[in-house]
């Protein structure tokens, strides 16, 4: 009985490991850089200071040199 305990306690400790390196994974994961030009056709401004684009449809993304 204890043996089934222990089990169950390492199958669901894994399991909820896994779902946390899932969600890391997918939490790094960046969208493409882009041209100040998309950023601008997208309805965004640049912004020089950080180099990104500022609202539009790739607000937040990097800008290219």
Not at 23 to 38: K, N, R
Not at 43 to 65: A, E
């Amino acid at each position: 009985m204890r043996i089934r305990r222990i089990l169950a306690a390492v199958i669901a400790t894994a399991a909820l490991a896994g779902l946390g390196l899932t969600g890391a994974a997918t939490a790094t994961a960046q969208p493409g850089a882009i041209s100040a030009a998309q950023c601008m056709e997208g309805g965004g401004t640049v912004d020089t200071s950080n180099l990104t684009c500022k609202g539009g449809i790739y607000n937040g993304r990097y800008l290219i040199d």
